[in-house]
């Protein structure tokens, strides 16, 4: 029952810390194009744009901001660029932009703080 309830736990928390982050990227005048984008073997949170640019969004809540730094690990590096690649396949037009792997991190009582190119994205 106490693993559950932290699931759900977590997932709320997962979900807030996601809505955050959409806010705090309209703000900046980004577009949200998809959320929660989830193929078999990868997911991205947001995939927003902005002018020329789209942005495959990593979204991380954590205590502290070093913390969700250090959780975006190599394994989800690459989830996330298995997801990007099955996306541009289905938008072609997004081949010509700017392609980026942004994150924005998020920490009780604080601003979501976004990053760009915190995600080294590899399309090979």
């Known amino acids: 029952m106490r693993d559950a309830d932290d699931r759900r736990a977590a997932l709320w928390q997962g979900r807030m810390a996601e809505r955050a982050a959409i806010l705090a990227l309209r703000l900046k005048r980004y577009?949200?194009?998809?959320?929660?984008?989830?193929?078999h073997g990868g997911e991205i949170d947001i995939i927003a744009r902005r002018g020329d640019t789209i942005a495959f969004v990593e979204v991380k809540a954590r205590p502290t901001m070093d913390g969700a730094l250090q959780s975006i690990t190599p394994q989800k590096r690459r989830r996330i660029c298995r997801?990007?690649?099955?996306?541009?396949a289905s938008h072609p037009y997004?081949?010509?932009?700017?392609?980026?792997?942004?994150?924005?991190?998020?920490?009780?009582?604080?601003?979501?703080?976004h990053v760009a190119?915190?995600?080294?994205?590899d399309f090979g």
């Open 31 to 39: 577009a949200i194009l998809e959320r929660g984008y989830r193929i």
């Open 83 to 88: 997801a990007a690649r099955v996306w541009l």
């Open 117 to 121: 190119a915190a995600v080294e994205l």
């Open 94 to 113: 997004a081949a010509a932009m700017t392609l980026r792997g942004d994150a924005v991190f998020v920490a009780p009582w604080r601003w979501p703080h």
